[in-house]
């Protein structure tokens, strides 16, 4: 398992546009490749993925974790760019059409070790990758009570991390068991979280690539 973040409030890579928002591609041996949110502005958008040598053109999918603007703001100039690819949303989320779009209102399996929380609390759907150890859980925002997110998650299997934005989370014993965590994006508590968890940490940024 492959994931490049391209899009997030830092970067990795001194090269890349750092803004508001957050996207990720997912990339999985054997499944289609995903692209987990679309950032806030199309422009630095597609920039990046330029510098990091992603075609656009070539993702296979697209997955929406929620609605709001620096998750869903890169989508159309994305779109102009990709003829082709299928779109995962949650319900609340509306305004694409003449494509091939797929709300997920419960969890469900979208592929061989890959599947959705559905939406969670009206607001919010995550992804999960199931891996050799264990599932990794791509978050948006964590609108949800991470504890939602986790139980609903856990379904699938044993969680092995978490990446993506934790908002104001700070419950901080529900990672105990959890081996990698990359808070990103909008998380408030990054730097408390990288005080209890330091062998567990992984700093993120536009740029960052993680292998798992």
Known sequence: MKITIIYDNTVFRKDLQADWGFSALVEVENVPSILFDTGGNGKILLSNMEKLGIDPSSIDEVFISHAHFDHTGGLT??????????IYVPPSFHGVTGRDVIPIPQPAKIHENIFSTGQLEGIEQSLGVKTDKGIVIIVGCSHPYM???LDTARQFGKIYGIIGGLHGFSDYELFWDLELLCPVHCTQHIAELKRLYPEKYITGGAGKVIEI
């Open 147 to 149: 504890g939602t997110i």
């Open 77 to 86: 100039d994305f779109l102009a760019k990709n003829k082709r690819a299928k």
